[in-house]
């Protein structure tokens, strides 16, 4: 299968699933949170941003409303809401990796800053499902199992499909797991269903 109709195929899946009544009224998930990944392959990276937008679109003529969101965007205006983004933008270049990284971590910790600014974009946009994206722009300073443990809270009332350059597997062994760009295998994650091999 090429790459055209890979892409087409998962938007396809993607589509059928999110307008279908069973996914919005979060049928058969036995009591677990609705949340679903998106796995795709890190280089779709570029084509998956123009595919998510074209999904909207059509989800919006379907009737489905998209609240769509991107960790990226969020995180810089959290850092420019605390008056610091300039200056980490200054400080990027000569300050050591793991300094900016504990920074970063600190400022847009999902539990104290993160979570609450998807909950006021929650509250403020009627919406029927979330996107979430922008998994791989955050990484190290933003793990995508700490946003969607701390979601769970915020997050219950209608499907979110979280966008995710990787694999998300599952092992008897091992439990689920998100591989992040298909290399870093230590983000455990099992409370989401991969919306791919979703049945309507």
Known sequence: MNQTSARR??????????SSARFLNKVGLNNEVPFFICP???????????????????LSHAQVRVLDLDLYDLALGILAERGILDEVLE???????????????GVLDPHDHLIPKIGEAISATPHDVIFLSGVGEVYPYIRSHNVLNNLQSTAKDRPTVLFFPGRYTHALATGASLDLFGLLHDDKYYRAFNILNYEI
């Open 91 to 105: 400080i990027e270049a000569e300050t050591d990796k793991s300094e900016l990284k504990e920074l970063l971590q």
């Open 9 to 18: 195929d998962r938007a396809d899946q993607i589509f059928r699933a999110v």
């Open 40 to 58: 795709f392959p890190p280089e779709d990276g570029q084509t998956m941003v123009e595919d998510r937008k074209d999904l909207v679109n059509r």
